[in-house]
């Protein structure tokens, strides 16, 4: 890539050069670690001597490779990701599934201890659920290191250096300290840098910082140690880009020694925990473990009291075991999750894991960054004043003439461009000057018409220091310079247009956060052969204002809204200004009246207890770092928050990992903060996070009914056979028997649950405390209830079953049927805290198949003759089975009755 030369008749850009060393030899290596101060705040000329690098010349090719060697390659390192096997193991490692393959291996050995088959069908049962669990785990939960890869791809390819005195192109990975960068527009950083020489440079920094518009640069400044990444303006970073005009600069990190390998080792060093729904079930396995063994116990020493075969007290032992435990329950908690996710699918968002869609709907806390999250993350002219009319206009498609002559100006003094695209306008150059050439397109003045029409004769380039740009200009038979600029400094300029009539205008947009520019003309007699500042921006004549915002998203005000109804708190977090952030806050109503705003800095200065204590009455947080991020979202999780973190930008992914669940987003969202994160928002928008909560909040419910049905049912069967042991030495129900209930009976209905529409108002409740139980809400004791009114069923049925001839197939029989119809019917009741008729008894499609499906597999077990002889059944006269379907019904009225007595009140169910 070749530097452009100045244009005939245009003066050189001015450069400004930091400082100078004497040369160095590179026989010695740089001793960067031994640095007392950070690159950004060391003299210029003691950072180059450090370097050892001669600013005139660069390094020596010889210096460079003993440096590679040193150094090694500029380029992020990764750990290595676990194997598919390891994912797979991870999936088993829990208290449930463990005591699943316990019961099944107990099922094996029995079965070959008494050469029956029915313990190989059991243990074969069993296994087959656990590997289906396992497998739709890994399949969701597969997550590679994507996050570190994307860092790598964002790494400059290719780098020109001066070495040996010469400009040459060489492997961005083989960059070294002291190695001398030379930039210009359209390059991208390949490593650290501290800036030599500037010449109108700007850099985008907004992977780094969240910050859309470019930051100005300037090789002289003066940093202090402590300022962010955002404020140090003699630095340029790895994977940022330059916007605009050139530079020359000497690299001080490599690497992971990178702010963008800071990120990475923040992204490698943070603890991904378990989510609140698997701290849940994990605890729920335990109890449930737990009560298998007690119960298990005292049956076993029950029979060995009364004198009952050692091996049969064992069977029993095993079958109530298997009572005890739900096989189901991690299945059907991964389907009802995995319908979640297709339900969000068709929202717009993307579920990297399968617990997060139940994280999301417990979320009380949204970290959002403001930066093409909250805003467009573009440039737009909003606001223009002319001097001529001395009003304040709204920028629209059809403004008056005065505000078109502005925009024309304005349009002239620029050098961006629009071209078109498939989806409207693609913008090219600086974000503010797009904004003024799109804003003059919308009004019919295109600038590629303009710069015909008005050709340019000459130009003096913006400059930080000047903070102006101008450029000259034949219009109608005039030569007309345009000058464009900060207010305050075109003000002292101009000697017409009154231009201390916009000073009240100017104050009043800036507190509104819109970037003020203003715009003054000149007439001149020549175009003078080498034009100066003090040639052409003087006497000027004052045009008016243009001001411009990083607009809100329409959407993403209602979003907020709606987020403070259901009791979750929105906050900002953001690396741009504290005004234009705390600005959009309160236009957004993230900021609300008593509310306050804090930047990096003030931050800073506090520890974390205190960030603690403070942080419910801080809603926007400003010129923040990756840390700082990190440091909000663990303030809010020690108050007992879950966290939701939003981000687009390479600065949002570490704190998207530490986030109980992180938001990427799917358009303008690097590749890092999407490997970051457990959700993707493929259509940028903040208002799906709404749609997502909704979601999340009705998955939540709908698993909660998944699983106190199942627990219901499971607690039923553990009394049935506790009860009928103690009071007949006899179980109502073999281990095969219970183990098909609890597949077939059980699991189906359930899942179809998980599958209930959402429920009315589940957006205008607070979220559930982090540390609320599963059957919190009374949820508990009516599973407890249920079980009871099972149980009772189950042994009446049994005792008609018996008679007088103590028929046990006959009881086993009834109290199969009754134990598995009763728990198909009672699905119904679980589908709401309303009236089953008032919600419409079959108005769940998916729960009547599933009911369907259970009742024609039980048909299959209780009719088919090798089927009935397999399970240990027996024929039924007519009077029985009418029998065993009245008291299965029983459920049903029962529980209408506790709704209608107000004794069934809850979150959901």
């Known amino acids: 890539m070749t530097r452009r030369p100045p244009e005939p008749g245009h003066s050189p850009e001015p450069v400004r050069r930091a400082g100078s060393a004497r040369p160095a030899g590179s026989a010695v290596q740089p001793c960067l670690e031994n640095a ?33 060697r040193a150094f090694g390659e500029n380029r992020l390192q990764g750990r290595k990701g676990k194997s598919l096997f390891r994912r797979f193991l991870d999936q088993l490692l829990n208290v449930m599934i463990l005591i699943l393959l316990l019961a099944a291996t107990i099922s094996f050995g029995m079965s070959v201890v008494e050469h029956d088959p029915s313990g190989l069908y059991e243990g074969l049962l069993i296994l087959l659920i656990v590997l289906l669990n396992a497998v739709l785990g890994v399949l969701q939960e597969s997550r590679a290191e994507k996050a570190l890869e994307a860092l790598r791809k964002m790494a400059a390819p290719r780098a020109r ?13 083989a960059l070294v300290p002291g190695d001398l960068l030379l930039l210009e527009a359209g390059d991208l950083v390949p490593a650290d840098a501290r800036l030599l020489e500037s010449a109108s440079l700007r850099s985008e920094e907004s992977a780094l910082t969240g910050e859309s518009v470019p930051v100005e640069k300037d090789a002289r400044a003066r940093v202090d140690a402590g300022a962010t990444i955002g404020d140090r303006l003699n630095m340029v970073h790895a994977g940022c880009s330059i916007t605009y005009g050139r530079g020359r600069a000497a690299v001080a990190a490599t690497g992971q020694a990178t702010e963008m390998g800071r990120i990475a080792n923040l992204l490698e060093s943070e603890i991904e925990g378990a989510t609140p729904l698997q701290q849940r079930l994990a605890d729920l396995g335990k109890k449930l473990g737990y009560l298998a063994l007690a119960a298990c116990a005292v049956i076993f020493a029950i029979g060995i009291v009364d004198g009952i075969p050692v091996l049969e007290i064992f069977m029993t032992s095993v079958s109530l075991a298997v009572s005890a435990i739900p096989e189901g329950l991690p299945a059907i908690v991964t389907i009802v999750l995995s319908i979640g996710v297709q339900r969000m699918v068709r929202r717009n968002a993307i579920i990297r894991r ?56 304005g349009a002239l003094c620029s050098d961006a461009a629009v071209e078109p695209a498939d989806d409207g306008f693609r913008l090219l150059g600086d974000p503010t000057e797009s904004a003024i050439v799109l804003a003059a397109l919308a009004n019919g003045l295109d600038r590629k018409d303009l710069v015909l029409a008005y050709p ?90 243009l001001g411009m915002i990083d607009p809100p998203r329409p959407e993403a005000r209602d979003a907020v809204a709606v987020c403070r109804d259901a009791g979750i708190r929105p906050v900002m977090i953001t690396g741009d200004h504290v005004a234009t952030a705390s600005a959009i806050a309160r236009d957004l109503g993230i900021l609300a009246p008593g509310d306050t705003a804090v930047t990096g800095s003030e931050l800073a200065q506090l520890d974390d207890g205190q960030l603690e204590a403070r942080v419910r009455s801080i809603s926007v947080y400003a010129r923040v770092s990756p840390e700082d991020k990190i440091r909000i979202v663990r303030a809010w999780q020690h108050q007992g928050e879950i966290v939701a973190m939003t981000g687009d930008g390479v600065n949002d992914a570490p704190a998207l990992k530490a986030a109980d669940i992180g938001c990427a987003m799917g358009i303008t969202g690097t590749d890092v903060a999407k490997g970051a994160s457990d959700m993707i928002l493929t ?12 979601e999340g909040r009705s998955i939540y419910d709908n698993i909660r009914k998944a699983v106190a049905f199942l627990l219901g049912t499971n607690i039923g069967e553990v009394l049935s056979v506790f009860v009928a042991v103690l009071l007949w030495r006899k179980s109502p129900l073999l281990a095969m028997q219970l183990l098909w209930i609890n597949l077939v009976t059980d699991s189906l209905p359930a899942i179809a649950l998980g599958m209930e529409a959402v429920e009315p108002g589940v957006m205008r409740r607070p979220p559930k405390p982090k540390r609320e139980s599963l059957f919190a809400h009374g949820l508990g004791l009516r599973v407890g209830l249920q079980g009871a009114l099972f149980a009772l069923l189950t042994l009446a049925a049994f005792r008609i079953g018996l008679g007088d001839g103590n028929d046990l197939a006959a009881g086993r029989t009834m109290a199969f049927l009754v134990l598995a119809l009763s728990q198909v019917a009672h699905a119904y009741n679980m589908r709401s805290d309303r009236s089953l008729f008032a919600l419409g008894p079959f108005t769940n499609r998916r729960l009547n198949l599933a009911a369907l499906a259970a009742l024609a597999l039980m048909a299959l077990v209780a009719f088919v003759p090798p089927l009935v002889t397999a399970f240990g059944l027996s024929s039924l006269p007519a009077l029985q089975y009418l029998a065993a379907l009245g008291l299965a019904l029983v459920p049903i009225p029962v529980l209408e009755l506790s709704k209608a007595l107000g004794l069934h009140g809850g979150r959901s169910i």
């Open 36 to 68: 007392s101060l950070p690159p950004h705040a060391e003299a210029t000329d003691r950072l180059v001597e450090r370097l050892r690098v001669d600013p005139a010349t660069g390094l020596s090719t010889e210096e460079a490779a003993r440096r590679l």
């Open 161 to 173: 250096v001066l070495r040996d005195g010469r400009e040459s192109i060489v492997d961005a990975a």
């Open 354 to 409: 399968l617990p997060a869609v139940e994280t999301l709907g417990s979320a009380s806390v949204i970290c959002s960054d403001k930066t093409g999250t909250l805003t467009q993350n573009r440039m737009t002219l909003v606001k223009a004043y002319t001097a001529s009319d001395g009003a304040v206009e709204d920028i629209a498609d059809d403004n008056s003439p005065a505000v078109r002559d502005l925009l024309l100006y």
């Open 456 to 545: 340019r004769l000459a130009e003096i380039p913006f400059e930080s220091e000047r903070k102006r740009m101008t450029t000259v200009h034949a219009m109608d038979g005039r030569i007309v310079a345009i000058v464009k600029g900060a207010y305050d400094v075109l003000a002292d300029r101009c000697s017409a247009g009154h231009p201390e009539a916009a000073a009240g205008v100017a104050d009043r947009l800036g507190r509104d956060a819109i970037r003020i520019l203003a715009v003054a003309t000149r007439e001149l007699d020549a175009v003078p052969d080498h034009p100066t500042a003090e040639d052409l921006e003087r006497d000027l004549t004052f045009r008016g204002l």
């Open 683 to 694: 259509d940028d928008n903040f208002a799906t996070i709404v749609e997502a909560v909704r």
